[in-house]
């Protein structure tokens, strides 16, 4: 291959890398999200428009700048030099609380950058538990800044045995979703099964109720759930009341 021909070929290669760099700082450019790319002291490599128009700053003269002098609490520095990920973190932003992410990159073993995403969509988390969390964080056993996240709006759903009226709408419903799941589309709820779901205390609450359904489903011949179907009989009906420590006055 002569000298020119070799010149050719290393040109064609450049304008080829050139112009993915390009889609790629375009396909950044387009997403709704923030990103941020620092190397691994934390000094700034790119920051794509969604960034510079929440940060009201131009995105191009932010370029080797450190991090912490454009971005209030970053902590994109200490990624870098910890090389450990921090994922789906808060962190407060021109007034607001936004989640955070900041992935070290690494080459050979070695941090060479440190990818950085701020979710400008809203994002809410509903989460459930029947444990009392506040006790618990005063007990230690519970982590303070994670209750406090969580903590926006507490709701207290009653158990279901406190829900008296709701079993037979909750009974339906999941009756249905089931037995679509199936293929058992004509698979009813008879009476007596019905008043035997009312009378039960449900200490499994509703994943109790789901799991006796699905159980009556799955071994049902013909197209109506008898009372017999359900395993709710008054032996075991005393054992779990005794066990949970909740028979009735």
Known sequence: MTEKKQTEVVLDQITVLKDQVELYLQIFDSIQNGIIITDPSGYITYLNRSYGRFLNLDPDEQIGKHCSAVIENSRMHIVGKTGRAELNQIQRLRGVNIVVEGIPVRKAGRVIAVFGRVMFDDVRVIAATN?????????????????????????????????????????????????????????????????????????????????????????????????????????????????YNILPA
């Not at 969390?133 to 158990?159: A, C, G, Q």
């Not at 079993?167 to 249905?176: K, N």
């Not at 609450?205 to 013909?222: F, H, P, S, T, Y």
């Open 131 to 243: 444990r009392n969390l506040e006790t618990m964080m005063h007990e230690k056993t519970f982590r303070s800044d994670l209750f406090y996240r969580l903590n926006v709006i507490p709701l207290h759903v009653p158990p279901l045995r406190e829900r008296n009226s709701d079993i037979l709408l909750l009974s339906d419903a999941l009756l249905a979703k089931i037995a679509g799941q199936t293929n058992k589309l004509d698979i009813k709820l008879g009476k007596k099964a019905g008043k035997s779901l009312s009378g039960y205390h449900w200490p499994g609450n509703i994943r109790e109720l789901a799991n006796i359904i699905q159980r009556a489903v799955a071994n049902l011949d013909g197209d109506t759930i008898h009372a017999r179907n359900l395993g709710i009989h008054r032996s075991m009906l005393y054992r779990k009341l005794k066990k």
